[in-house]
């Protein structure tokens, strides 16, 4: 799944958003999971990630960290998003220096993702570069909607539920804070960055 | 497979909304779930976007019907890959399997996002368009829809499970450097004979400081240099080298 990759919007707002995954190899690395994904966590939530979660589960923006955690298992998938590369810096050392031999991957703008990386001391292996949407592109949402659903790559928000979020907020029935947790709490990988919706929303409502 | 209980349902509308594919339609003041419209995602199940509790499933009654729920619905594993989401690993565990080596190019087609969701059609038409140009589709060990392909060094796809509509699903496989050209080119020409879209993932091993010399080709076919990528790091072991 490529599903943090192809995130669109302005480039000034991507720079705020910075998907990180642990991830196991099906029949290499793939068992007794629990106590590696904990320390991943960890590192994670010291350096801030704004929201993560566990597909099998659900997200931090829906559950308590400690809901998410109890129910760790084999087919834990850990995944969550940074706001500033300063947070990915940190994050990545402490990641290497724990050694847990999982593979670790940043998604993100590469100007900022790589001088991150050379900053932490780890060196890329492989990339799976964006090269853009191809084909029938006339029945696409507009552009600010698509950088919202974006930000859930397996699509589970829906263009017109973006819509309505934004009708609510522009009526004052709703902050851009809470329209975002709401778009937030349908991404169930923990990947949806609330904190740039809010910011999407406040800009365009 | 998602249903609407019409004695529950009060045709309040609240529900059409939160469908990613505009399945959702109303009839004689009743909400109603298109089975030909429907991915088969379960947002509407999981996040009980009916007040009343209309929306209810029923057991899948086909093979086809189920893969396309479990490649829809990102909270499934998938079977034989053991991945959840759309079911491949692609560049994230790259550092181990070391499936995409130096000298070769990965690509992940990102059949029918974002958004848009695409009919098996459509990705045969793709997978049969780059594996006539040179591109090795991935086998079923690494990436679902090898398991509808009739034949992997065609990209054919089963005709029973052509007009099933997924949310996306994956064409992936890899070629030799001096290859990606001329199937970038042929994903070019059957981009414009879809009734959907593609968001395309170019994978490949990267030097100590993140460059890669396979993106020199994208210029020579017209194709904007990439701003956005994922990083896998390299930390994780035992770290293919190849």
Redesign the interface.
């Given at each position: 799944m490529t599903h943090s990759l192809h995130r669109s919007g302005d480039i000034e707002s991507q720079k705020k958003d910075y998907v990180w995954f642990m991830y196991q190899t099906k029949g290499v690395n793939d068992k007794n999971i629990k106590p590696k994904a904990l320390e991943f966590i960890a590192v994670a939530e010291a350096a801030g990630s704004e929201n993560w979660g566990d597909v099998k589960t659900g997200p931090t923006v829906m559950y308590s960290s400690d809901y998410i955690k109890m129910l760790l298992s084999d087919k834990t998938r850990i995944r969550g998003v940074f706001t500033r590369s300063e947070q990915v810096v940190e994050f990545l050392k402490k990641i290497k220096e724990k050694d847990v031999g999982m593979s670790v991957v940043i998604a993100g703008v590469l100007s900022e993702v790589l001088p991150a990386c050379k900053e932490a001391g780890v060196i890329p292996h492989s990339v799976n570069y964006s090269l853009g949407i191809w084909g029938k592109k006339d029945n696409l949402p507009d552009d600010v909607t698509l950088s919202v659903t974006t930000m859930c790559g397996h699509h589970m928000i829906s263009p017109k539920f973006v819509k309505h979020v934004m009708n609510r907020v522009e009526k004052g029935k709703m902050t851009p804070e809470e329209g975002a947790l709401q778009l937030a709490s349908f991404c169930y990988c923990g990947i949806f960055n609330h904190i740039r919706c809010a910011d999407i929303i406040r800009e365009n409502t | 497979m998602p249903v609407v209980n019409v004695k529950k349902c009060t045709g309040c509308r609240a529900c059409?909304?939160?469908?990613?594919v505009?399945a959702i339609s109303y009839e004689a003041k009743k909400a109603f779930i298109d089975p030909d419209l429907c991915t088969e995602?379960y947002?509407c199940v999981?996040?009980k976007v009916c007040p009343e509790g209309a929306i209810e499933t029923i057991e899948f009654d086909t093979f086809n019907k189920q893969f396309q729920h479990v490649l829809s619905d990102?909270?499934e594993?998938h079977g034989v890959?053991?991945?959840?989401?759309?079911?491949?690993?692609?560049?994230?565990?790259?550092?181990?399997?070391g499936r995409?080596k130096r000298g070769e190019v990965?690509l992940?087609i990102?059949m029918g996002?974002?958004?848009?969701g695409v009919y098996l059609r459509d990705a045969e038409k793709v997978a049969m368009a780059a594996a006539k140009a040179g591109f090795k589709l991935a086998p079923q060990e690494e990436t679902p829809l090898a398991a509808m392909m009739e034949d992997l060094s065609t990209g054919k796809l089963k005709d029973d499970c052509l007009d099933y509509r997924l949310?996306?699903v994956?064409v992936e496989g890899k070629c030799e450097e001096d290859r990606l050209k001329d199937v970038l080119l042929a994903?070019?020409d059957i981009?414009?004979e879809?009734?959907?879209?593609?968001?395309?993932?170019?994978?490949?091993?990267?030097d100590?400081?993140?460059e890669?010399g396979a993106?020199k080709c994208?210029d020579q076919v017209g194709?904007?240099q990439?701003?956005?990528?994922?990083?896998?790091?390299?930390?994780?072991?035992?770290?293919?080298l190849d």
């Open positions: - | 059409h909304i939160y469908c990613s505009e995602c947002v999981r996040q990102p909270v594993t890959t053991g991945v959840t989401g759309r079911g491949t690993e692609e560049v994230k565990t790259n550092d181990v399997t995409v990965g992940s990102d996002r974002p958004g848009m949310l996306s994956i994903l070019k981009a414009n879809i009734d959907t879209v593609f968001s395309l993932g170019l994978i490949s091993r990267v100590e400081n993140g890669c993106l994208l194709i904007p990439p701003h956005r990528g994922k990083v896998n790091v390299g930390l994780g072991k035992p770290l293919s």
